[in-house]
């Protein structure tokens, strides 16, 4: 059973186009953070939430958390090619543990 | 300065034999990781470590092993191994958790093929 559910597993969109990528589960997380991944390198965070309904930018990238913790949104305006990467959410459900959704790729194109 | 590093970057091996890989982390984190990343992209904790505790994902073979020679370093010893075993492994680490959220620093990963 996977924990996190992500959608769309695959996204495919033009420079300058807006997009969003969901992260659902059926559990409630003390906090959800957000990875993106480039080919051949480890995922980095981008952001970090903890309060139910936080909403947090980071310059094109806003990110939300569900008002009961159990899911988050990303959304990208006017996205670019070197926002293209996998975009993973992973739940914080224990001590020091964290589990992954299986990822987004979202591809832009110029 | 890398934060946190693996080697080998790619390993290519044939069924049946012992490898490891090495992590290090100059972080001086508390918590070091071992992830494994399949072919579809799925990122799956197989054990967390810190100086008090190794916990261990239920569902990894006790081929796997991790050894730890101080706070710094993780490595993992792969024992028989298996095509299935094929993946990309990423070691990272973090300061031990307290009151809400905590960042996990990932490697550059290791991408190991078993022929």
């Known amino acids: 059973t996977q924990l996190l559910e992500q959608s769309p597993q695959f996204l495919s969109i033009q420079e300058g186009e807006n997009l969003t990528v969901y992260c659902n589960s059926s559990s409630v997380f003390s906090s959800l953070q957000w990875y993106r991944q480039e080919p051949g390198e480890g995922p980095v965070l981008l952001v970090t939430v903890v309060t139910g309904g936080e909403v947090k930018k980071l310059k094109r990238l806003t990110f939300q958390f569900g008002d009961a913790r159990k899911d988050s949104s990303l959304h990208i305006t006017a996205a670019q090619p070197g926002d293209t990467g996998l975009y993973l959410c992973?739940?914080?459900?224990?001590?020091?543990?964290?589990?992954f959704g299986k990822g987004t790729m979202l591809l832009v194109s110029p | 300065d890398t934060a946190v590093s693996q080697t080998p970057k790619y390993l290519v091996t044939q069924m049946g034999n012992d490898k490891s890989i090495k992590c290090e982390q100059n972080l001086g984190h508390d918590t070091m990781y071992w992830y494994k990343q399949d072919s579809k992209k799925f990122l799956k904790i197989m054990f967390s470590y810190n100086n008090k505790e190794l916990i261990i994902n239920e569902t990894v073979p006790n081929r796997f092993s991790p050894k730890s020679p101080d706070k710094a370093h993780l490595n993992l010893h792969i024992n028989s191994l298996e095509l299935g075993d094929s993946a990309v492994y990423f070691c990272?680490?973090?300061?031990?958790?307290?009151?809400?959220?905590?960042?996990?620093?990932f490697g550059p990963g290791t991408r190991l093929t078993v022929t």
């Open positions: 990272a680490s973090s300061q031990i958790p307290g009151l809400g959220s905590y960042e996990q620093y």
């Open positions: 992973a739940g914080e459900i224990g001590y020091s543990t964290l589990t």
